[in-house]
């Protein structure tokens, strides 16, 4: 099993250490992220409103994939506390917000999880689930998920970057995809994906290297005749996100040396009607430990909010919050290329 | 001039050539664009047909850029090397079809 970057004592497991590469290693002859938005007439970016909470149960994870932003791992022990949760369930249960988005690492790993689920839904709230597929035949007590997910009308959002066993296992470890079959296939048959079940299956897709996603609507046209006519698999629809230059995935860029090439590419692809439906601009990141950021890069930069106060979910004010400015860095360019991406996929403009 | 053909910056520049002819290059370029489109076939069929044609007249250009959309679009290494086997037979199959036109004249010739 692959280690994590943290376990490894890498340089770049330290979020300052990336963002000296992001931001200096280039040189003054490329425009940031602050100048694009100035020339776009959209600077400083601001927060639109506070739709979705995106939290973040951990950083522990079955798999070690290849790309992964979160620098995510079996050896990684960080996990949010029933009581940081008690404070976000304390927040939903008083805000507007509708929708919760749960991520990790694997979200299921932390053992408050289906507590969570619960508590989220009896307070009327659309769950999102960021599970990797395989997490459901790592253990048994994983096998009845899709019975729990079901049970709680959780929305099942899950990567498969290809429909093919060798670039994903490429990207996300070897036997992943067959695993992935697998799992979608117990989704499949408790109803997820399936018309007029109201059950949503949505995929990912991510590119395995160095380049930027295709048409997503092409893609999932694709992926649909793939899975259907090689496993009998469905689903709603595929999302697909680009890789963000962080962590792990920027290790693998440092690496290869396609970073620069790849850094060019996604300033060059900047489409500033992408910016206006920027995923921060109507969603907060809650950490493993409370902490608020704008995004779950930021959040893996360790950009904290903007905001002088307010930096902790348990000093949460919806109000200040919902109007912030949104920190921005070089980075950023990864959610403004091409179609746009974020969390939902392309952001369709 | 630099001391060599190819430069492979120059590919990034393709769009310059409508600095000395824009009417020509804008209707290339359209022309272009709308090929590559989804229609009969799809916009990733196109990409590796793309490639082995790039492989038969040996663009370098060409080359360096359908080797990174059809790999992009999904496809395989080993896909991608099959079409360059069909590119590849075929203009192997068009040198030794004329192997035919020597026979004829050979035959035509000899005793």
Redesign the interface.
């Known amino acids: 099993m692959i280690k994590s970057l943290k376990v490894l004592q890498h340089p770049l497991a330290d979020s300052e250490n990336q963002l000296e590469v992001l931001e200096n290693s280039l040189g003054s002859i490329h425009p940031t992220f602050n100048e694009k938005l100035v020339l776009s007439g959209m600077y400083p970016l601001r927060a639109s409103g506070i739709d979705i909470m995106q939290l973040n149960l951990g950083k522990m994870c079955n798999q070690t994939c290849k790309h992964c932003h979160v620098d995510a791992g079996p050896d990684r022990k960080e996990m949010m506390s029933r009581s940081t949760m008690q404070f976000c369930l304390d927040v939903l249960k008083n805000s507007e917000i509708d929708v919760v988005d749960l991520t990790g690492g694997a979200p299921e790993l932390n053992p408050d999880f289906r507590w969570l689920v619960e508590q989220i839904k009896k307070l009327g709230k659309h769950v999102i689930v960021r599970c990797n597929l395989t997490i459901i035949l790592a253990n048994k007590r994983f096998y009845d998920l899709p019975d729990f997910f079901k049970q709680h009308q959780v929305e099942v959002v899950s990567s498969l970057p ?1 429909f ?1 066993q ?2 994903t296992d490429r990207q996300r470890g070897d036997g992943v995809f067959e695993d992935s079959i697998k799992a979608l296939q117990m989704l499949n048959r408790v109803g997820y994906g399936k018309e007029g079940s109201g059950l949503m299956l949505n995929l990912v897709y991510n ?1 395995a ?1 160095a ?2 996603p ?2 997503q609507t ?2 999932e046209k ?1 992926y649909k005749m793939e899975l259907a006519s090689r496993y009998d698999i469905v689903f709603n629809q595929l999302f697909a996100i680009t890789n963000m230059p962080i962590s792990r995935y920027l290790d693998y860029l440092l690496s290869s040396g396609n970073y620069s090439r790849y850094m060019d590419k996604l300033i060059s692809a900047f489409n500033p009607a992408s910016v206006q439906n920027l995923m921060c601009r109507n969603t907060l990141s809650v950490g493993w430990d409370g902490y608020l950021y704008d995004c779950d890069f930021n959040q893996m930069l360790d950009l904290k909010l903007s905001t002088s106060g307010n930096q902790h979910i348990s000093d949460f004010d919806f109000v200040i919050l919902k109007n912030r400015n949104i920190v921005i860095k070089q980075h950023c360019f990864g959610c403004t290329a091409g179609e746009g991406s974020s969390c939902g996929g392309s952001l369709s403009v | 001039m630099e001391n060599h053909y190819y430069n492979a910056k120059d590919l990034d520049k393709f769009g310059n050539i409508a600095e000395y002819q824009k009417e020509l290059a804008d209707k290339f370029f359209s022309y272009y664009g709308e090929v590559f489109k989804d229609s009969h076939l799809t916009a990733k069929e196109k990409s590796l047909i793309a490639l082995a044609v790039a492989h038969a007249v040996q663009c370098p250009y060409c080359i360096d850029a359908y080797s990174s959309d059809a790999f992009e679009k999904g496809y395989s290494e080993a896909q991608m090397m099959e079409a360059v086997h069909v590119a590849s037979a075929i203009k192997g199959g068009a040198v030794l079809v004329h192997g035919v036109q020597m026979m004829n004249k050979v035959k035509e010739i000899g005793m």
């Open positions: 290809s093919t060798d670039r590119p290297g380049f930027l295709p048409s092409a893609l694709e």
